[in-house]
């Protein structure tokens, strides 16, 4: 397991963007895979995106507005958010696991997990 502490998450407009930080710390950061999660009030924590060796995967409601990146050398993540919406207010986490397999669109495929990042987007 690795330990993760989100950062960058705050108060913005309709439109506007923001970048999270994910920073780890404890074993080799390059051989894990990395995701970011969100969790709205009153519903069920949902995938954002995850990056690996091969690529980048995203959820459908935030393709073409979200990237997720990592950099290796600082061991942190990042989740470059534009075009923000009121429904993408949510706490947003980060998630790590060296796991292999193809579940990685799923919570439950992750054994590390930052302490999340309050976003919410004003109309």
């Known amino acids: 397991q690795v330990t993760l502490v989100e950062s960058g998450g705050g108060l913005v407009q309709a439109g506007g963007s923001l970048r999270l930080s994910c920073a780890a710390s404890?074993?080799?950061?390059?051989?894990?895979?990395l995701a970011w999660f969100r969790q709205a009030p009153g519903k069920e924590r949902e995938f954002v995106a995850f990056i690996w060796w091969s690529g980048e995967n995203y959820a459908d409601s935030v393709r073409g507005r979200f990237t997720i990146s990592r950099d290796n050398a600082k061991n942190t993540v990042y989740l470059q958010m534009n075009s923000l919406k009121p429904v993408d207010t949510a706490v947003y986490y980060c998630?790590?696991?060296?796991?292999?397999?193809?579940?990685?669109?799923?919570?439950?495929?992750?054994?590390?997990w930052g302490q999340g990042t309050q976003v919410t987007v004003a109309s």
């Open positions: 404890g074993r080799t950061f390059s051989n894990y895979v």
């Open positions: 998630a790590a696991t060296s796991f292999s397999g193809s579940a990685y669109r799923s919570a439950g495929f992750y054994d590390s």
